[in-house]
T-cell receptor
């Protein structure tokens, strides 16, 4: 069965600092991995996705994530945080043959301070 | 106009009442999903539908039912609401490309905040 673990329910960074949000997955077959962002009072918006092509995936708003099979990780990074990045971030996994059903992590709330 | 809309956006109801949450999409997608979001638990799948005649239970379907009235409409019902169904509910859609191994992105609506007193 597929699962996702997000380490750290809350992460706080200073504006301009590196953002690192951690995601580890468990999957019995090659996974497909997603990062979604949820701004306050809004639905989820796709940041980026990994679908077995390039292991370094670039997304919107300057975010990127690297798929590391040996570490079963798909951490989300951004070199320089902006105040507008404050939101909740969800990692999700699915597998080919599971009808695209997503399994979500519990989320990480990112706070950006001045 | 938003591609995935949900109505109502907010609802407060009492224990035992029947509630229907509605989802409509203009993306032309075949697949639709209902999730609930609880603090600290992320999103969990309630039901999903691949077309009008194909409806499937997710991991937490007890206490819920759904109806796929048309390709573009997918409703979630709580027959007799209880307080632990208080949550944020999301509808999502994705295309069905029919290609083996292809996983399509899910697109989410803005959510419905439901409070059961």
């Amino acid at each position: 069965a597929q699962s996702v673990t997000q380490l750290g329910s809350h992460v706080s960074v200073s504006e301009g600092a590196l953002v690192l949000l951690r995601c580890n997955y468990s999957s019995s077959v090659p996974p497909y991995l997603f990062w979604y962002v949820q701004y306050p009072n809004q639905g989820l918006q796709l940041l980026l996705k990994y679908t077995s092509a390039a292991t370094l995936v670039k997304g919107i708003n300057g975010f990127e994530a690297e798929f590391k099979k040996s570490e079963t990780s798909f951490h989300l990074t951004k070199p320089s945080a902006h105040m507008s990045d404050a939101a909740e971030y969800f990692c999700a996994v699915t597998e080919a043959g599971t009808a695209s059903k997503l399994t979500f992590g519990t989320g990480t709330r990112l706070q950006v301070t001045l | 106009d938003a591609d995935v809309t949900q109505t109502p956006r907010n609802r407060i109801t009492k224990t035992g009442k029947r509630i229907m949450l509605e989802c409509s999409q203009t993306k032309g997608h075949d697949r639709m999903y209902w999730y609930r979001q609880d603090p600290g638990l992320g999103l969990r799948l309630i039901y999903y539908s691949f077309d009008v005649k194909d409806i499937n239970k997710g991991e937490i379907s007890d206490g819920y039912s759904v109806s796929r009235q048309a390709q573009a409409k997918f409703s979630l019902s709580l027959e007799s609401a209880i307080p632990n169904q208080t949550a944020l509910y999301f509808c999502a859609t994705s295309a069905a490309r029919g290609l083996a191994g292809v996983v399509d992105t899910q697109y989410f609506g803005p959510g419905t905040r439901l409070t059961v007193l």
